[in-house]
Nanobody, 124 residues
Framework: QVQLAESGGGLVQAGGSLRLSCAAS????????MGWFRQAPGKEREFVAT????????DYADSVKGRFTVSRDNPKKMVYLQMNSLQPEDTAVYYC?????????????????WGQGTQVTVSS
């Protein structure tokens, strides 16, 4: 497993942008598909974005397509989520997750390492 730590959350006005970062530790980081999930109060944790181990393939939830971009830097063991045109409904705790896979993973159950989360609050 890898250990994950998110950062970059905060309070932003609607229409603004934030960039979340996820720092990973472990020798085999490049062998992991990485994902971003979010959980709003009273709701289930939901898929946001995912990226393959090479960074060559990505997938997004319909609600964030065209606004969010996931990327990774394997030598630095970092994953990023650039969030633009933020809306109040994007308010949630955002989690970084890792899945030991060379494929594209979107199912929450396939991810076996999770960070502690970072709060994103979008005001209207």
């Amino acid at each position: 497993q890898v250990q994950l730590a998110e950062s970059g959350g905060g309070l932003v006005q609607a229409g603004g942008s934030l960039r979340l970062s996820c720092a990973a530790s472990g020798r085999t980081f490049s062998a992991y598909a990485m994902g971003w999930f979010r959980q709003a109060p009273g709701k289930e944790r939901e898929f946001v974005a995912t990226i393959t181990w090479t960074g060559g393939n990505t997938d997004y939830a319909d609600s964030v397509k065209g606004r969010f971009t996931v990327s990774r830097d394997n030598p630095k063991k970092m994953v990023y989520l650039q969030m633009n045109s933020l809306q109040p409904e994007d308010t949630a705790v955002y989690y970084c997750a890792a899945a030991r896979s060379y494929g594209l993973i979107t199912s929450r159950s396939r991810f076996d390492s999770w960070g502690q989360g970072t709060q994103v609050t979008v005001s209207s």
